[in-house]
C-alpha cells in the first residue's frame, strides 16, 4: 500500500481523537472560568462566615455551607461503614449463586436511580414513616442510600483486585477467615474503597433533589442544634437565590456556585491525600 | 534408614478427591512417619498437590472440591474433629512461588503468631528472631527487618516463608514444589534447611525434580494420574523400583 496514504490516515486519526478530547474538556474549562470570574467578587470573609441578611440579598452563606457539611459527614458516616461491610460480605462471603447475582445486579441498577426518586423514598420513609421530620438526619440518610451502590461498587471492586494469594498465605497459617480479611485484605483495599467515597462525596453535596423533601430549608435565621433541625444547603440555596427570590446580586449567585464547588473540590482532595497515604504502603 | 519405633503422623485412608466431576486423587491410601522427608514425585495431574493441600485443608476454598475418605493427624480426623485453624496451625505449607505479604520482614514472621493471639513485642521479636536463625536468613536481614519483604531476593523470600510458618511452631510442614523458581545455591539452602528441620518437624515435600527427592527424601511415594503406584525408602524406589513406571519415570523415560 501507499506509504504516504497511511501516514496522511495516521495524522487524521491523532487529530480528530485530540479535537474531540478538547470538545470535551473545553466545556469544563468555560464554565470553571466563568463562575470563578464573575463569583470572586463575592468571596470575602463576611460572606463565608456571616448569617445571610435583608433577605438573603446581602450578608453570608455560613448555613449553607455548614448544612452542606453537616449532609455530607452524615451521609458518608452512615454509608461508608454500611457500603463496605456489604461489599465484603458480597466478596468474601456469599456464594456465587442466584441470590447474590440478583443482589449485585440490584445494587449496581441502585446507582442509575435518579436522584428525586430517592428524595421521595427519603420523604416516605424516613420523615414521614420513622418521624424523623423535615431533618438533617433524615437529609443524610437520605443522601447516604443514594451514594451506597457508588461506595458498594467501588468498595467490591478494590476487595476483589487484592491478590488471592495474600488470604490463602493467611489462612494457611492458621488465620481466621476474619482476621484475613481485616488484616490481609482490607488494608489493600482501602485505597480503591476511598475512590468510591470520594465519588460518593461529590455527588452527596451537589444534588439537590434528595435533600428537597428531606432537610433542605428555604431560609433559616438561626443554625440548627440538633440532628432533628432543618438546615440550609448549599445545592438549594442556590437553587432558591437564582429562582425564587428576586433582586440578589449575580455576584451572589455565582460566589454561592464558587463556594459549592470549592467545597467538594476540598473534600475531594482531602480523600486524595488520604489514598496516596495508604498508597505508599502498596507493593505488590 | 531406621525402623525403630516410628509413630505414623499422617494416615490417609481410601482417599478419594474431585473438582467438580474430575475425579483428581482415586483410592489413595498411605502413611506418613513422624519427623521423616516424605517426597512425593510424579509428572503434572497426578494429584501431588490435590495431596499436599488436602492435609491442611486449604482445598476446602476451592469451589467445587469433593473429598471422601480419612486423613488422621495423631490419629484424629481433621475432616470431621478438627478445627480449621489449628489444624493449618499445626500444618504449615510452603507454595512453589515465594509469598511474601507486602509487609515488613518482621511483620511477615510476627503474622501468624500475632493471629494466635501474641502481642507483647518482645516475645515477637524472640519468636521473629528464633525463626529466622532457623531459617538460615537472620544474618542476612538482621539489619533491616523493618523493611519491606520485597526487597529480599526469590531465595530469601522463600525462606522468608519458610520463617512464617516455622514462628506459628507446626509439627509438619508440607513444601509444594518450593525450589521451582530458585537457582541452584538458593535451592540447597532450603534443601539443608529440610535435613535439619526433619528433627523437628514432619516433612512432605512434593517436588517435580527427581534428583531433588532423592538427595532428601527418607521415603518417596510415586504418584500418577491421581493414583499412588509405588512407595518406599527413596533409595530403593530410586536403585530398585518395583513398578516400571516409577522406573520410566525417575529415569526420564516419560514425564
Request: aromatic content about 10%; proline content about 5%.
Amino acid at each position: 500500500m501507499n506509504l504516504k496514504n497511511v501516514k496522511t490516515q495516521e495524522k487524521i486519526a491523532s487529530a480528530l481523537l485530540f479535537g474531540c478530547t478538547v470538545l470535551v474538556v473545553l466545556p469544563v474549562v468555560i464554565i470553571l472560568a466563568i463562575i470563578l470570574y464573575k463569583g470572586i467578587a463575592a468571596i470575602n470573609w463576611e460572606f463565608l462566615t456571616a448569617m445571610p441578611k435583608k433577605g438573603m440579598t446581602q450578608g453570608g452563606i455560613f448555613p449553607a455551607i455548614l448544612g452542606t457539611l453537616y449532609l455530607v459527614a452524615g451521609a458518608v458516616l452512615f454509608a461508608l461503614p454500611l457500603g463496605v461491610l456489604t461489599a465484603i460480605y458480597l466478596v468474601e462471603y456469599a456464594k456465587n449463586n442466584y441470590l447474590s447475582r440478583i443482589i449485585k445486579l440490584a445494587i449496581v441498577n441502585l446507582a442509575g436511580v435518579p436522584s428525586v426518586v430517592y428524595g421521595l423514598f427519603g420523604l416516605g420513609i424516613f420523615v414521614i414513616f420513622f418521624q424523623f421530620g423535615v431533618s438533617i438526619l433524615a437529609g443524610a440518610l437520605t443522601l447516604g442510600i443514594m451514594i451506597l451502590p457508588v461506595i458498594i461498587t467501588a468498595s467490591r471492586e478494590a476487595l476483589e483486585s487484592v491478590p488471592q494469594s495474600f488470604r490463602i498465605v493467611s489462612l494457611s497459617l492458621g488465620a481466621s477467615k476474619w482476621q484475613t480479611i481485616r488484616h490481609s485484605v482490607l488494608p489493600h483495599a482501602l485505597p480503591g474503597i476511598l475512590t468510591g467515597t470520594i465519588l460518593g462525596i461529590g455527588r452527596a453535596a451537589g444534588e439537590t433533589a434528595p435533600i428537597l423533601f428531606t432537610v433542605a430549608a428555604f431560609y433559616l435565621p438561626h443554625l440548627p442544634t440538633s440532628i432533628f433541625d432543618q438546615v440550609m444547603a448549599l445545592p438549594y440555596h442556590l437553587y432558591v437565590i437564582s429562582t425564587q427570590v428576586p433582586g440578589i446580586p449575580e455576584s451572589t449567585r455565582y460566589g454561592t456556585a464558587l463556594v459549592l464547588l470549592s467545597l467538594v473540590l476540598m473534600l475531594n482532595l482531602f480523600a486524595i491525600i488520604v489514598r496516596s497515604k495508604f498508597r505508599k504502603k502498596k507493593k505488590w | 534408614m531406621e525402623t525403630k519405633s516410628q509413630t505414623i503422623k499422617f494416615n490417609i485412608q481410601q482417599l478419594n478427591t474431585w473438582y467438580g466431576n474430575v475425579q483428581s486423587i482415586k483410592d489413595l491410601t498411605i502413611q506418613v512417619y513422624a519427623n521423616e522427608i516424605f517426597t512425593i514425585i510424579g509428572p503434572a495431574n497426578s494429584g501431588k498437590s490435590t495431596f499436599l493441600n488436602s492435609l491442611n485443608r486449604l482445598n476446602d476454598l476451592t469451589p467445587g472440591f469433593k473429598l471422601d475418605g480419612t486423613i488422621l493427624l495423631d490419629n484424629v480426623d481433621i475432616y470431621k474433629h478438627h478445627d480449621v485453624e489449628s489444624l493449618r496451625k499445626r500444618v504449615g505449607i510452603v507454595f512453589a512461588l515465594p509469598t511474601p505479604l507486602p509487609l515488613s520482614i518482621f511483620d511477615n514472621i510476627a503474622y501468624g503468631p500475632r493471629m494466635h493471639g501474641i502481642t507483647n513485642k518482645s516475645t515477637l521479636m524472640g519468636i521473629v528472631e528464633k525463626s529466622l536463625i532457623e531459617s538460615y536468613l537472620w544474618d542476612e536481614v538482621k539489619d533491616r527487618l523493618h523493611t519491606s519483604a520485597f526487597n529480599l531476593s526469590g531465595g530469601q523470600q522463600q525462606r522468608l516463608c519458610i520463617s512464617r510458618i516455622l514462628a506459628v511452631n507446626p509439627e509438619v510442614i508440607l513444601f509444594d514444589e518450593p525450589t521451582s523458581g530458585l537457582d541452584p545455591i538458593s535451592t540447597a539452602k532450603v534443601e539443608e534447611a529440610m535435613l535439619i528441620f526433619k528433627k523437628k518437624y514432619t516433612i512432605i515435600l512434593v517436588t517435580n525434580n527427581v534428583a531433588q527427592a532423592s538427595r532428601v527424601g527418607d521415603r518417596t511415594a510415586f504418584f500418577l494420574m491421581g493414583k499412588l503406584i509405588e512407595v518406599g525408602d527413596t533409595k530403593k524406589i530410586f536403585t530398585a523400583p518395583h513398578e516400571k513406571q516409577t522406573e520410566d519415570y525417575i529415569t526420564g523415560k516419560f514425564g
